[in-house]
């Protein structure tokens, strides 16, 4: 019994002593999302050998790929962001990634710039208004004038979310973005 104890405390010496050999990294990508597909790929950073590495590389790019030619993860520059931002002015959005950040403020407008594609009568004065974006606006108070299509429109954020629209040079109203 004795003479174990010097041989397992030799051979753990031995083991911890010994230069660590490197190996490919364990990467879980178990949710499957693009957080965790970017996540095994920037691990490959951390792979010392060259060989594993670009192993490691391949395996994580083939499954980012493959997640993007399935439509699981899809890819967006910063423009196609403010573009969606834009096209949804006026709605409550979703507290989802796409629509908060670091620089959400900057992507997105307060108040946008637009002209008249359709004009639809409402109740008591009021109008519907298409834009040329296709967006779809009623006024919650009457204008004092008639608008007209290819007038320009301005449309601003309020206070409290709500938003004021403009039409040509009369005087702005409430407005309330239904489509």
């Known amino acids: 019994m004795k003479t174990l104890v010097p041989i397992a405390l ?3 010496a031995a083991t911890l002593a010994a230069p ?15 957080a965790g597909l970017i996540g095994e790929l920037t691990a490959c950073k951390a792979v010392a050998d060259n060989t594993a590495r670009l192993a490691c590389y391949d395996a994580a790019t083939a499954k980012l790929a493959e997640a993007t030619a399935k439509g699981e993860v899809k890819i967006i520059d910063r423009e196609e962001i403010r573009q969606t931002r834009r096209s949804l002015f006026g709605f409550e ?3 989802i990634a796409l629509f908060k ?4 403020a900057a992507d997105t407008p ?17 109008f519907t208004l298409t834009m040329a ?12 004038r008639d608008p007209r299509v290819g007038m320009a429109v301005h449309i601003k954020r309020g ?20 489509r």
């Not at 307060?110 to 009021?126: F, H, M, Q, R």
């Open 10 to 12: 030799t051979t753990l």
């Open 20 to 34: 660590a050999t490197p190996a490919a990294p364990v990467v879980a990508a178990a949710r499957g999302d693009a």
């Open 93 to 95: 959005l979703p507290k």
């Open 101 to 104: 950040g670091d620089d959400s």
């Open 110 to 126: 307060s108040e946008i710039d637009t002209t008249l594609k359709a004009v639809g009568p409402s109740e008591y004065g009021k």
């Open 133 to 144: 974006d296709g967006a779809v606006w009623r006024t919650t108070e009457p204008l004092p």
């Open 159 to 178: 206070a409290l979310g709500n938003y004021f629209i403009r039409v040509g040079e009369m005087r702005g109203v409430p407005a309330q973005r239904i």
